[in-house]
């Protein structure tokens, strides 16, 4: 069963791929659950950002609580930094 923080958390992610689609990067970058653990009595999840034209970029983001992925955004901050240093936006300018 899926505790209270794990739905929250799914529902940020959720909404964050949303957007990103519905954006100008359609379905170049995402976001994925790749574990969770619990530490100290707090759920941890760690997450992947994926950038599908470069595989070879994808990165992890280190365990994060749900406070942090979804009331301080650390999510959306780690995906803007991994669109800013990639090769989009030249591409998307160049057109």
């Known amino acids: 069963m899926k505790t209270k923080e794990a739905k929250q958390v799914n529902r940020c992610v959720k909404k964050l791929n949303r957007q990103l689609r519905n954006d100008v990067f ?3 970058f995402e976001a994925r ?34 406070f942090a ?15 800013v ?3 989009f936006w030249k591409k998307y300018n160049a057109r």
């Open 69 to 83: 992925i979804c009331n301080f955004s650390h999510i959306h901050i780690a995906m803007n930094k991994f669109i």
């Open 26 to 28: 359609g379905d170049r």
């Open 33 to 66: 659950q790749i574990q969770k653990g619990f530490g100290d009595g707090i759920e941890y999840f760690m997450y992947m950002l994926i950038d599908h034209e470069q595989p070879e970029r994808n990165e992890i983001v280190p365990w994060e609580s749900a």
């Open 85 to 87: 240093e990639s090769d």
